[in-house]
């Protein structure tokens, strides 16, 4: 019994006992932009509106394990041949990540960061084309994590054919 109470217990290296850590540091509106050309015709014609989204998403590195992610958004909304409105919003967020793998981590920058800036864009370009005087717009939620496994098959079948590959965020 006295060897066991003078064994002492062996911590770990730092490095290995690394707890996988997400944390939001800040989410804002990095850039906006509101243009309705066509105004106040559009409002006496009848309106039938054609609406086109774009959606791109970017991540910059920044110092310490923080990445800034945007998600970029552009909304085009035609009535008949004429532009009725058109909204482009950046919204973007830091983000401290620590201890994931490779893989988690473009998961993580990729789908779940865009992910949570999502309801954030969509309550600004409700805001701005209500205050245009158009009729409400709710963008549907978008399945983020769905967009980036497709981007996977996407690459993974050009590497099969011999392409060449795409920059993973």
């Given at each position: 019994?006295?060897?066991e109470?003078?064994?002492?217990p062996?911590?770990?290296p730092a490095?290995?006992?690394?707890?996988?850590?997400?944390?939001i540091q800040?989410?804002y509106l990095?850039?906006?932009?509101?243009?309705?050309p066509?105004?106040?015709?559009v409002f006496?014609?009848?309106?039938?509106p054609?609406?086109?989204?774009?959606?791109?998403?970017?991540v910059n590195?920044?110092?310490?394990n923080?990445?800034?992610?945007?998600l970029a958004?552009?909304?085009?909304?035609?009535?008949?041949?004429?532009?009725?409105f058109?909204v482009?919003?950046?919204?973007?967020?830091v983000?401290?990540?620590?201890?994931y793998?490779?893989?988690?981590?473009?998961?993580?920058?990729?789908?779940?960061?865009?992910?949570t800036?999502?309801?954030?864009?969509r309550?600004?370009i409700s805001g701005?084309?209500s205050?245009?005087?158009f009729?409400?717009?709710?963008?549907?939620?978008?399945?983020?994590d769905s967009?980036?496994?497709?981007?996977?098959?996407?690459?993974?079948?050009?590497?099969?054919?011999?392409?060449?590959?795409?920059?993973?965020?």
């Amino acid at each position: 019994m006295a060897e066991e109470d003078q064994v002492q217990p062996v911590a770990a290296p730092a490095e290995e006992t690394q707890e996988a850590q997400f944390i939001i540091q800040r989410i804002y509106l990095k850039d906006v932009s509101f243009e309705a050309p066509n105004s106040p015709g559009v409002f006496t014609e009848e309106w039938n509106p054609d609406t086109d989204l774009d959606l791109n998403t970017s991540v910059n590195v920044l110092p310490s394990n923080n990445y800034e992610v945007e998600l970029a958004l552009t909304i085009t909304v035609k009535s008949g041949e004429q532009v009725a409105f058109l909204v482009e919003v950046k919204q973007a967020g830091v983000f401290f990540i620590a201890g994931y793998d490779q893989a988690q981590l473009n998961h993580l920058l990729a789908a779940y960061c865009p992910n949570t800036l999502f309801p954030y864009a969509r309550e600004v370009i409700s805001g701005l084309v209500s205050k245009g005087s158009f009729p409400e717009m709710h963008l549907s939620p978008i399945n983020f994590d769905s967009l980036y496994a497709k981007r996977l098959q996407e690459q993974a079948a050009a590497a099969a054919q011999g392409e060449a590959p795409v920059v993973e965020a």
